[in-house]
Every structure is written in structure tokens, then in C-alpha cells.
DNA sequence: GACTACGTACCAACTAGTTGGTAATATTGA
DNA sequence: TCAATATTACCAACTAGTTGGTACGTAGTC
């Protein structure tokens, strides 16, 4: 039997906590000790399960990744049959979830990478295969949607894919900067408009 | 007669110096000591201008945001007649830009803003005027660009520059994540192409 | 009785910020 | 005009507190 996600064990007690308080305050601005606190955890505990405090960054993305493909996977547009309305599903997905403090709605990696992509190469390769796996799976519908609305696109499924994930990560700059999610919903919508009229005819 | 932006004094080394290590290595994980050294100044001068590191996070967004509109400012796409071909023109001069290593054409304002918007608020705050005015030299374009064609649009031309900032924010992300700035100019095509069906026809 | 999973106590290095001083530059006053 | 004075700009050394990380002890378990 798996011996994942049950039991409260240091170690998931410190990944949950690493979710939000790295969201909150960056990943530098984060210190060890505020994460054992957060955890309810000692350091010992910390350094036990963790060799670093970037190790635990590493695996602070994977468990992202983990954490938002289960959220993902188990939202109800997957069940809309034509591929197109699943990527505009997602897309209200998205949307819908601009919601609460600004902390609980943004991207853990996409703050990470901002501050790490020069210094620690191994969380900047975690960040960027959590980004791209993501938009591979929206990459999928996208390709679904051109082939059955017979489109022969000049730009292509993946870069459109990607592209969704910069306006989200941008959106969520946005409303860091302006302290709230409206100003992103904005923007998604103008990503919602932009897909409908590639698509449009 | 003017004494500033003349004979390198020791604030404006600090603040030019800032703008590049930042965008580098992030707002927390830049020490003072780090400033300094790039600055080629000693900690007393920096606490002489300064009053804290904070403080400084503050005068470099301002400073950053004098550099940046300079830049713009001086920008060929300005002297087209049709205001629709000055964004995107805008939108030309900004793909252009991306060019060389990550933190020569990233934003330090959207650096800053990821780390320090729940912890710092005078830092989060003049990050959101940079990018606030800089949106607002387009948002007249964008308008101008509206009457010109008769358009009635459901978005508004506030929302449209602040989405171009949301894409070029996550752009660099994107760009940060996969170590060059290829992926950013894919995201600003699709930028170009979204203005351009907007105003189509 | 070995091994995992922690907790407690601790440390060396680093961090932002201070202190007390000096050189250069203005300002003043006769 | 020029010395006296004040102010600004800057430097080197220091400090109090913080940081990531370690050493070692202990409770439970197979």
C-alpha cells in the first residue's frame, strides 16, 4: 500500500507549510525556523527529512506539482466533450480561482523561479518542469481543438499553451502589486477573448 | 544648473548597481554588502543615502521607473501617426528588448513586487506606480487607437495595458524558468496577434 | 539492538545597521 | 578675497541579532 499523503508526518506537515509561507514572503525572505514553526516542527525534523533548505525548495515544487495536477485533474471541464470547450473550461477554471487572499491564490513555483533561477539551478529545473508538465496538459486539448475545427494555425498548440501560463503568472504580479485578484481576472478574461477568436469561424 | 545625473556619487552607483543585482539574484537574497560591492562604495555611504535596505528597494523602483521611461520615451514608435501603429509599435519595441542575458531585460519592479507585497508595503506600492504610469502612457495610445476606428469594445483601454504588462510580467517568468528570452517573444506574438483581432476591421 | 524519526542545544558565518571619524565642498563673515 | 565654519559625503571597524546547518540525545518500532 502507499505510504504517501497520510500519517502528519514532519515531512508533509513541512511541505504544506512551505506552500504558503513561501507564497507569502518569497522564498529568500523565508527562514528555516519560520518554516518549522509554520510546520509546527523542530529543526532537527527539518534537516532530518530535508538536506538544505534549497532541497526542501526542490521538493516544495514537486509537492506543488503533486498538489495542483490532483486539483486540476479532478475539475469538472475534463468532461466537456469538445476539446475546445475544455480549454475554455480551463480557462474559467482559472478564473474561478482568483479567489481570497492574494497568497492562497498564486503560483508557489512562479514566485520560486523569480528568485532562484541564477543562484540554484536544481529549483529553477523544478519550477520550469512543473510550469511546462502543466501546460503540456492543456497543450493536449488545445492540439484536440485545432484538429477537430480543422485550423492550420500559424502559432502552435504548445506556444499558445505556455502562453496561457505567462498571463496567469503575470496576472498573479499584478495582483501582488495591487492587492487583489480583480485586476487578474481582467486579464484572464482578455486570455479568454484572445482564445475564442483564434478559434472563431 | 542641475546637480543630478552627473559625476558618479556613491547613490546613484548604489542604484544603478541595484537594478542589476536584483533583477539577479532577487530583493532578499541581495545583501547590502552585496550593493556595495557591485557599487564599488563601503557600507557607511550606503547608510548615509539609505536610511535602511528597504529604503533603498524604494528609491531603485523610482529609479528604475525614470530609466524605463526614458527609454520609452525615446522610442521610434512615438512618431507614427496612426495611434493603433503606435501600440504595436509598443508592442515591436518590446519584443525587441528581449535580447541578451535574463536580468538584462527583465523587470525590477516585477522582481521586487513577488517578494515583498504582503511584507514590505512602501516597496509594494512603488512598484505598483512604476507599472501603473508605464501602463498609462499606452492605456492613451489604446484609447486614441479606439476612437480612431469607432470601436465600442467591451474592455476598456485600462484593462488593455495592464494586460500587456501581465503578459510581458509572465513572459519573463517563462523566460527566467527556461534560461532565455525566446519563450518571452513567443508570448508577446500572441500579444500582438490578440491587439491586432481586437482592432480588426 | 539497529534503525527511523524526531527533539534540544548549540555554533560559525552572515546580516542589517551603528559608531566615530576624515576628506571634500559649501557657506559665511570681515 | 580668503580664512573660519558648517555641512555633506564618505570610509573602516564594530555590533547585536539572525541564519542555515550540526551534534547529539531519545522515543518508538521492526
Known amino acids: ?9 514532519a515531512k508533509t506537515q513541512l511541505l504544506d507549510a512551505a ?9 529568500s525572505g523565508t527562514t528555516v ?10 529543526k532537527g525534523a527539518f534537516f532530518h527529512h530535508f538536506k538544505s533548505k ?23 471541464y ?3 466533450a469538445d476539446p475546445f470547450d475544455r480549454v475554455i473550461g ?3 477554471f482559472r478564473k474561478a480561482l482568483l479567489r481570497g487572499g492574494v497568497p492562497e491564490f498564486t503560483c508557489l513555483v512562479g514566485t520560486m523561479v523569480q528568485e532562484t533561477y541564477e543562484t540554484a539551478p536544481p529549483i529553477r529545473d523544478a519550477c520550469e518542469r512543473c510550469i511546462s508538465s502543466h501546460a ?5 486539448d488545445i492540439e484536440a481543438a485545432i484538429a477537430a475545427r480543422r485550423l492550420s494555425p500559424e502559432w502552435t498548440a504548445a506556444s499558445l499553451a505556455l502562453h496561457t501560463q505567462a498571463v496567469l503568472q503575470g496576472a498573479f504580479i499584478l495582483a501582488k502589486a495591487k492587492g487583489g485578484p480583480e485586476i487578474a481576472a481582467e486579464s484572464v478574461d482578455h486570455l479568454i477573448r484572445y482564445v475564442r477568436l483564434l478559434f472563431k469561424r
Open 54 to 76: 534549497d532541497d526542501l525548495a526542490v521538493a516544495a515544487a514537486d509537492h506543488w506539482s503533486e498538489v495542483t495536477s490532483a486539483l486540476f485533474a479532478a475539475a469538472p
Open 136 to 140: 503540456a496538459t492543456l497543450e493536449a
Open 1 to 9: 500500500m502507499p505510504r504517501t499523503t497520510s500519517k502528519p508526518n
Open 19 to 27: 506552500l504558503g509561507v513561501i507564497r507569502t514572503k518569497g522564498y
Open 33 to 42: 525556523d519560520e518554516l518549522c514553526a509554520a510546520a509546527g516542527v523542530t
Open 90 to 92: 480551463y480557462l474559467e
Open 78 to 80: 475534463h468532461e466537456l
